[in-house]
C-alpha cells in the first residue's frame, strides 16, 4: 500500500524533451516526501474546464528534494491528454495524486539486480537502482526500444549499472532485437539473482518466461489503462494468481503495479480466465455473455 | 444542512454514487468517508463475479464509458469484510444490489434485512434479467416493480427501498410510478445510458464488452430532465439526483429540479476531494439565495414563471 496518497496542484518546475519522450518537474513536496521507487502519479489533464475526465497514470522517474520536494515523470504525446501535457510550462500548475501503489520490494541482503527497461518504461528503475545501491546491491541494466532515439535513460544506465546492455529492434543502438532477446545471456553473465522489470505487457511476458527457466525473481511493474489510480474505478484488472492459488481480477492500480512475474497470467490479460474467482460460468455464473468481445 | 432520505435523515445531502466510492477504504486516505451524507456501495451480487474482460474503460467528450460488468466478491465477503469497516466508522451506508433474477435480488435483501449498518438499500436495475432474455429490468415497469416489492417485503420496516432507474427508457415517469406503487421509499436517477466508442485506429469497439455506460457531465442534462419529469408527476417521492455532478452549482441545478439529495459519480475518479467541496459549494450557494434549508429550494423550478412580477402589476 502506499502510504498516504494525497492530491497537490503542483507548479512545473522544468520541461524538457528526452529523445522521443517528454519529462515535466513538478514541485509537488507532499509527494515527494512519501515517494518510493515504483511509485506512480495521477495527473489531471486539459485545464479546469476540460472535457478530459480520466486523469493520466505516471510511473514516477525521480524526486529531488529542491523547493520542498520535486516529482519528475517521463511520458510519450499518444493523444491529446498527453499532447496537452507536452504543452506545459514552467510555472503553470498541475493537479496530480500520488504516491499511488505499491513500489518495488528491495532485497533485505545484498543481490545482484538485473533492471530490465522496454520504450520509456526504464524510467522508474533509476531511482530503483539508488535505493538498491544504498542496499550495497549490484546493478546491471539492459533497455530496449525500437529504435535508438526511443531508449530512455542509457547514459544514466551506463552511468549507474555495473553492466549495461542496449537492444534496438532496427540495430541503431546496441544489439539489434529486443531486451528478451538478449536476457539468458545477461543472466547468465551477470549471474543475477532478481529481475526488475517495467515496459510495455508483451516485453513483461517474455522478461517473465525467462527468469521462470532460469529460476530466480522477477518483479514486473505493469502498466493497464485506468480512470482513477486510486483503486475506485475498477478498470485497470488484470488476472493475477493469488497466494491461495486462485486467479483473481485485480487493480493494477492497488494492488500493482509491481507483481511477482509467474504470478500474472500474461496469455490471458484482456480477458477473464474461465477459473478467475466468479468469472462467468464458474460456480453461480448469472452473467449473461460474459465472455462476449474480446 | 441535513437532507432526508425517505425518512432517514442524513447530515447532508451530498452522497458518494454506487460504484464510484470502492470499499470506502480507497476515499478514506482522501475525505473522511463518514462525513458523506451517505456512500454507496457497488453493486454486491450474491455470488463473486469477475465482470468484464479489459478494456472496460473508454473517454469519451466530458465523460466515460465502463463496462466493469459488477465485478466483487459477492454478498459474503461484503457482509464479512466491507460493509463492518463501514459500520464500525459510522458511516452511513446504502447498499446497492444487483441481480439476474427477482429471486436472486429477494434473496440479497434477506441477507442485508439483519446485517447491522444498512442506511438504505438502492436497487440497481439496470442489470439484464436471465429470464428475459437480458433485458435490464430498469426498461420494463413490471418486471422492475416486481422487483421493487420484493426486496420491499424482505428488507426491515425501517430500511428504505430506493429504485435506481436509467434515463434510456420510452416513459422514465411509467417506471418511476411502477416502483413507487410497489413500496419503493424512494428514486435514484439516473444510472448511466448506454453508449459506444469505437477506436478508427484498432478499428474496434473500445470497450472489450462493446456497448457500456456513459457518464459524467455529458449525461447532465439526461439526469436534469428526468429529475424533472418524475418530481412533476410523483411530488411527493425523494429523489436522489446524479449523473455529471461536478460542482455544487450542478448539484444545485438538481436540486432545483426536484432532488432532495445529489450523489457524485465519476466525478470522485478525477478529484478524490470531490464530494466536502461540492457540499461546501451547494451551502455557500444556497446561502447566497437565502434559502436556510435544503428543502426550501427542492423542486423550486417548477413554479410558475414570472410568478413574483403578476403579484407586482396586479397592485
Known amino acids: ?294 | 444542512m441535513r437532507a432526508y432520505l425517505a425518512h432517514v435523515e442524513l447530515p447532508n445531502p451530498i452522497l458518494a454514487a454506487a460504484g464510484c466510492a470502492g470499499t470506502g477504504r480507497e476515499l478514506a486516505p482522501f475525505a473522511d468517508v463518514t462525513r458523506l451524507g451517505a456512500l454507496t456501495t457497488r453493486s454486491i451480487t450474491m455470488a463473486p463475479r469477475a465482470g468484464r474482460p479489459t478494456p472496460r474503460m473508454a473517454e469519451t467528450p466530458s465523460g466515460m464509458l465502463n463496462a466493469v460488468g459488477l465485478q466483487g466478491p459477492g454478498v459474503d465477503a461484503f457482509l464479512a469484510r466491507e460493509l463492518p469497516w463501514l459500520a464500525e466508522r459510522g458511516t452511513r451506508t446504502v447498499v446497492s444490489i444487483g441481480g439476474g433474477s427477482v429471486a436472486e435480488y429477494t434473496a440479497l435483501a434477506r441477507r442485508l434485512a439483519d446485517a447491522p449498518g444498512v442506511t438504505a438499500v438502492e436497487i440497481n436495475l439496470s442489470c439484464p434479467n436471465v429470464e428475459d432474455r437480458g433485458r435490464v429490468f430498469a426498461r420494463d415497469a413490471a418486471t422492475a416493480a416486481e422487483v421493487v416489492a420484493s426486496v420491499r417485503a424482505a428488507m426491515r420496516y425501517d430500511v428504505p427501498v430506493v429504485a435506481k432507474l436509467a434515463p434510456d427508457v420510452a416513459d422514465v415517469v411509467a417506471i418511476a410510478r411502477a416502483c413507487v406503487d410497489s413500496g419503493a421509499d424512494a428514486l435514484s436517477m439516473i444510472n448511466t445510458p448506454i453508449g459506444m466508442s469505437i477506436d478508427v485506429d484498432s478499428m474496434r469497439p473500445a470497450l472489450a464488452a462493446g456497448a457500456g455506460g456513459l457518464s459524467g457531465p455529458a449525461i447532465r442534462p439526461l439526469a436534469v430532465r428526468c429529475v424533472w419529469q418524475v418530481h412533476a408527476a410523483l411530488p411527493g417521492v425523494p429523489l436522489i439526483g446524479m449523473g455529471g455532478v461536478t460542482s455544487g452549482r450542478d448539484a444545485l441545478e438538481l436540486v432545483l429540479a426536484g432532488a432532495c439529495a445529489v450523489a457524485v459519480g465519476t466525478t470522485l475518479f478525477h478529484d478524490p476531494y470531490a464530494c466536502p467541496r461540492i457540499l461546501r459549494e451547494l451551502e455557500e450557494l444556497l446561502h447566497e439565495r437565502g434559502f436556510d434549508r435544503l428543502a426550501d429550494a427542492v423542486g423550486l423550478a417548477h413554479r410558475p414563471a414570472h410568478r413574483n412580477d403578476l403579484e407586482e402589476s396586479s397592485l
Open chain 1, 1 to 294: 500500500m502506499a502510504g498516504t496518497p494525497v492530491q497537490v496542484t503542483g507548479t512545473v518546475l522544468t520541461t524538457r524533451r528526452v529523445d522521443a519522450y517528454h519529462a515535466l518537474t513538478v514541485v509537488a513536496p507532499g509527494i515527494a516526501d512519501r515517494f518510493r521507487p515504483g511509485h506512480f502519479v495521477t495527473v489531471a489533464v486539459g485545464g479546469p474546464h476540460t472535457s478530459m475526465l480520466t486523469r493520466r497514470a505516471f510511473a514516477v522517474h525521480d524526486v529531488k528534494s529542491d523547493y520542498g520536494g520535486t516529482v519528475e515523470f517521463v511520458f510519450a504525446v499518444r493523444g491529446p491528454g498527453t499532447a496537452w501535457l507536452a504543452d506545459r510550462k514552467a510555472r503553470d500548475a498541475l493537479d496530480m495524486v500520488g504516491p499511488l501503489g505499491r513500489p518495488f520490494p528491495l532485497p533485505r541482503d545484498p543481490a545482484t539486480c538485473l533492471l530490465v527497461g522496454g520504450e520509456y518504461g526504464s524510467a522508474p528503475l533509476f531511482a530503483l537502482a539508488d535505493a538498491l545501491h544504498q542496499r550495497n546491491c549490484r546493478v546491471d541494466f539492459v533497455l530496449g526500444a525500437a529504435s535508438s532515439d526511443r531508449v530512455f535513460g542509457a547514459l544514466r544506465a551506463r552511468r549507474m549499472g555495473e553492466t549495461t546492455t542496449l537492444t534496438t529492434q532496427d540495430g541503431s543502438l546496441g544489439m539489434r532485437g529486443s531486451v528478451v532477446d538478449v536476457l539468458p545471456e545477461v543472466i547468465a553473465d551477470t549471474r543475477a539473482d532478481v529481475v526488475y522489470a517495467c515496459g510495455p505487457m508483451p516485453m513483461l511476458r517474455g522478461v517473465t518466461a525467462v527468469c521462470v527457466q532460469f529460476d530466480i525473481p522477477v518483479q514486473v511493474s505493469v502498466e493497464e489503462a485506468m480512470a482513477c489510480g486510486t483503486g475506485v474505478c475498477m478498470t485497470c484488472v488484470v488476472p493475477v494468481i493469488g497466494d491461495d492459488g486462485a486467479t483473481r481480477m485485480v487493480r493494477v492500480c492497488v494492488e500493482g503495479p509491481v507483481f511477482r512475474g509467474e504470478r500474472v497470467r500474461f496469455d490471458d490479460v484482456g480477458t477473464i480466465p474461465f477459473d478467475a474467482l466468479g468469472a462467468p460460468g464458474g460456480d453461480r455464473g448469472g452473467d449473461r455473455g460474459g465472455d462476449r468481445g474480446r
